[in-house]
C-alpha cells in the first residue's frame, strides 16, 4: 500500500451497503464522489496570554499525497471561540450546523452548468476518516475518556490503589477484549444517552454504556469505531517514545544528567540530510529533551536512540529499544505491505509486555495500548502519511499567526 487508495475502507465504502457493485469511490467517479478527513483541535493564537482557540479542520483524501496536505487545500470547516477548550457533548453546538451541511453533500449537489460542465455535475462529499489527537477524538465521536476505556475495543482501564491514576496493564485475558466494538451498539447506546432526563442520569449511562451523543452520529454511513483512528503522531512519538525516554528511563535514573550531556554532544556530531528537519540537539535540556516536537522524536527514534542509548541501557531497555525503533521504522515506510504490519503489530505487543515486566502494568498508557491499532489503522487508510495529524498541526501554527 502507498497511499489511502489501497486501504480497505477506500475500496469498500461505505460498508453498509448490501450490494457490493455500489460502492461510492470508483474510477468513474473520481472527481465526483469526495472522501474528506476531518481533525479537530485546540492552539494558542497567543503569546501573552492562555487562550485556547479551536479548529475543524477537513482534507480532500481523493487528492494525491503531495497535494492533499498542502496549506491552500485545508479546509477550515469551523473556528471555536476561546478562551477555554469546549468540554464534552457541548462539541455538538459546534458539529451541528457542519453535519448539516455534510448531510446534503452526502445527497449531493448539483454544480451550475458552465463551458467545463455543459450539461451541470453532481458532487457527493462524506467524512471517511477522523484523525485526532485522543481527548478530540473521544469528544468527535461521542467516546468516553480513554483514562476509562479505549474506544476500539473492550478493554477497560484499571485503576490504582489510589483511584488516581488509570492504566491498561493486563494482558492475560487479551483475547476477551482485544475485539473491535460494535458500531450499531456505540450509536444506539449514544441515542439513549440524548433521553437522560438529568445531567447525573447521563453521567451513569456513559459509565455503564462508555457512549454519549456525537452530531457525527446523523451521518449515516459514520462508523464511529473504524472511522476514528489511532494518530500515529501523537500515539508514537509524543507518546510512547516520550513516555519511554522520559518516565521509564530518566525518572527510573536508568539515564542520568551526565549522560544526557554525552548524549548530546554524541547528538552533535551525526551529520544529517537538511531534509530530515530539524535535528533534536537539546537532550540534556532541564529534565532531558525538554521543548521536543513530535517531528524531533521522531528523528530521534529513528535516527539518534540506538547510537546514543545503546551502550547505556541494559538488556531488558535495549530489548524495548530494539522493537519500538524496529515497529517505528516498518510504520513510517512510505510503502507498506501486510507482513510489514504484521511485524511492527508484534513489535509493539512485545514492547507492551517488557514494559509490563521490567516496570510494571501501571506504566502501561492509553498510547501503549492504543498502539496495537496501528497496523489495523494502515490496513484501513494505508501508511501513516496519508492520515497522520502533521498537517494538521502544521496548520494550527499557520492560524496560530
Not at 481533525?39 to 479551536?54: H, I, K, M
Not at 507518546?239 to 525518572?251: C, P, S
Not at 544528567?257 to 531534509?275: H, R, V
Amino acid at each position: 500500500m502507498s497511499d489511502i487508495y489501497e486501504g480497505r475502507v477506500w475500496k469498500t465504502f461505505p460498508s453498509s451497503l448490501e450490494d457490493q457493485n455500489s460502492r461510492f469511490f470508483t474510477p468513474e467517479t473520481a472527481d465526483s464522489n469526495l472522501g474528506i478527513m476531518i481533525n479537530l483541535d485546540w492552539f494558542q493564537p497567543f503569546e501573552s496570554a492562555v487562550y485556547s482557540t479551536g479548529a475543524i479542520y477537513g482534507v480532500i483524501c481523493n487528492l494525491p499525497r503531495d497535494l492533499r496536505f498542502k496549506k491552500e487545500n485545508m479546509l477550515i470547516l469551523g473556528i471555536l471561540p476561546g478562551p477555554h477548550e469546549v468540554k464534552k457533548h457541548r462539541i455538538n453546538h459546534f458539529l451541528a450546523p457542519i453535519v448539516t451541511e455534510l448531510l446534503d453533500l452526502w445527497d449531493g449537489y448539483d454544480l451550475p452548468i458552465s463551458s467545463k460542465f455543459p450539461n451541470g455535475k453532481k458532487i457527493r462529499v462524506a467524512v471517511i476518516c477522523c484523525s485526532n489527537d485522543i481527548p478530540a477524538a473521544r469528544k468527535l465521536c461521542g467516546h468516553i475518556s480513554a483514562i476509562a476505556a479505549c474506544h476500539r475495543c473492550h478493554k477497560r482501564a484499571n485503576s490504582d490503589d489510589g483511584g488516581d491514576k488509570s492504566n491498561y496493564g493486563g494482558f492475560e485475558d487479551m483475547e476477551s477484549w482485544f475485539r473491535m466494538r460494535d458500531p450499531d451498539e456505540h450509536r444506539k447506546n449514544a441515542l439513549d444517552w440524548l433521553h437522560c432526563r438529568t445531567e447525573n442520569e447521563r453521567k451513569r449511562h456513559v459509565s455503564t454504556t462508555l457512549a454519549r451523543w456525537s452530531e457525527m452520529l446523523r451521518l449515516p454511513y459514520h462508523d464511529p469505531i473504524k472511522h476514528l483512528i489511532v494518530d500515529p503522531m501523537h500515539c508514537l512519538f509524543l507518546g510512547i517514545a516520550q513516555w519511554i525516554v522520559k518516565r521509564l528511563w530518566i525518572d527510573n535514573s536508568k539515564i542520568t544528567s551526565q549522560q544526557l550531556e554525552k548524549m548530546e554532544k554524541m547528538a552533535s556530531q551525526i551529520k544529517l540530510p537538511s531534509d530530515l528537519g530539524r535535528i533534536p540537539n537539546k537532550i540534556a535540556t532541564g529534565e532531558g529533551f525538554s521543548g521536543f516536537t513530535a517531528d524531533q522524536w521522531k528523528s530521534f527514534i529513528l535516527i539518534f536512540a540506538t547510537p546514543l542509548t545503546w551502550n547505556i541501557l541494559k538488556d531488558d531497555d535495549r530489548q524495548i529499544l530494539a522493537d519500538f525503533v524496529r515497529a517505528c521504522f516498518l510504520l513510517v515506510s512510505r510503502i507498506i505491505d501486510n507482513d510489514a504490519l504484521n511485524e511492527a503489530h508484534s513489535r509493539l505487543l512485545s514492547v507492551a509486555l517488557l514494559i509490563k515486566k521490567n516496570y510494571g502494568p501501571n506504566m502501561i498508557t492509553q498510547n501503549i495500548h492504543l498502539s496495537l491499532y496501528l497496523a489495523e489503522c494502515c490496513r484501513d487508510y494505508g501508511p501513516l502519511y496519508s492520515f497522520w495529524c502533521y498537517s494538521f498541526e502544521r496548520m494550527n501554527g499557520i492560524l496560530g499567526k
